[in-house]
């Protein structure tokens, strides 16, 4: 399963749980996000939103399959553990979906009251 998500993923949509309703989140000109998993075990997260920006570069990534989800856990090359733990889905077109941890805090049901997922392309 982990294979299937090698490669580098943009960022379409982003959705955030409004009143328990996923709630799409209107993204700007200049905005971008993106992920990419490499087969070497390094992966990157980037995403530059609302004029603010964000990278990670991680030097492990790991993903086991648990009732079609797949679950990611990363330590960052300075050594730190972040305890960095996503899920996703790949869906039948040929996205991808990334949830956030809060999305599991309502055990899984998929609304929670605060949540976040973005939908992704293979690039």
């Given at each position: 399963y982990a294979t299937r998500l090698l490669g580098k993923w943009k960022l379409l949509h982003r959705y955030e749980i409004k009143d328990k309703q996923w709630v799409e989140t209107s993204l700007g000109a200049d905005d971008e996000g993106w992920r990419e998993f490499r087969d070497i075990g390094t992966s990157t997260y980037y995403?530059?939103?609302?004029?603010?920006?964000?990278?990670?570069?991680?030097?492990?990534?790991?993903?086991?399959?648990?009732?079609?989800?797949?679950?990611?856990?990363?330590?960052?090359?300075?050594?730190?553990?972040?305890?960095?733990?996503?899920?996703?889905?790949?869906?039948?077109?040929?996205?991808?979906?990334?949830?956030?941890?809060?999305?599991?805090?309502?055990g899984g049901e998929g609304v929670a009251d605060v949540g976040r997922k973005d939908i992704l392309v293979r690039e």
């Open positions: 995403e530059r939103i609302g004029g603010k920006e964000l990278r990670i570069d991680y030097d492990y990534w790991g993903a086991r399959d648990y009732k079609g989800w797949v679950f990611q856990s990363y330590e960052g090359i300075d050594g730190e553990s972040y305890n960095d733990y996503s899920a996703f889905t790949l869906n039948p077109d040929g996205t991808l979906t990334a949830y956030s941890l809060d999305f599991f805090d309502a």
